[in-house]
């Protein structure tokens, strides 16, 4: 099984970490206000107090070169079987879309708070897709708490969308 841990910190330190442990692969991101560093693995992460995931659904690999929008979306323990339906299934039109990398879609371990996350070449595949005819149906989710059952709400609070571009790509001026 396939995780994500994520951490923040300053981009100095989170570059050491990713230098002490080349065979991990590790993303390091800049956006929304912070630096991030992705760890995805199949064992444990190095970080001492990361937010955990475990992936389960997903399409193409993540590049350490990119632009990555992070949807982060409350749900409730009653909800998540309707949620986690939703967005294991038409995630795959995603690969057709100009520029589009990688899909994760991340279940939280502690939390109550997916993540839909995407890889893009830049911001402006990702803005592409964000006005396509399929991101309005992947992502319409009035049709959800319908699905679930008058007495099931989904949601816990709002949703939110994190965006982040890498510091390779910064620092190559991109």
């Known amino acids: 099984m396939t995780n994500i841990y994520t951490t923040r910190g300053t981009v100095d330190f989170m570059e050491k970490v990713k230098e002490k442990y080349p065979d991990e692969k590790m993303i390091l991101m800049n956006g929304s206000g912070t630096s ?20 389960i659904a997903e399409l ?5 070169r990119g632009f990555f929008a992070m949807n982060n979306v409350p749900v409730s323990d009653e909800g998540k079987p309707v949620f986690e339906d939703r967005f294991k299934k038409d995630y795959g ?16 371990i502690g939390s109550d708070t997916y993540v839909i996350l995407t890889e893009w070449e830049d911001a402006k595949a990702f803005d592409m897709w964000r006005h396509t005819p399929a991101f309005k ?16 709400h989904i949601f816990t609070s709002a949703p939110y969308l994190s965006l982040y571009s890498s510091v390779s790509d910064e620092e190559d001026g991109l």
């Open 36 to 55: 991030l560093l992705l760890h995805e693995t199949e064992g444990k992460t190095v970080f001492q107090t990361p937010h955990k995931y475990e992936v």
């Open 60 to 64: 193409g690999q993540l590049q350490d």
């Open 93 to 108: 039109k995603m690969a057709d879309a100009a520029g589009f990398t990688a899909y994760r879609l991340l279940r939280p």
């Open 137 to 152: 149906d992947a992502y319409d989710t009035s049709t959800m708490d319908a699905h679930a059952g008058p007495a099931v």
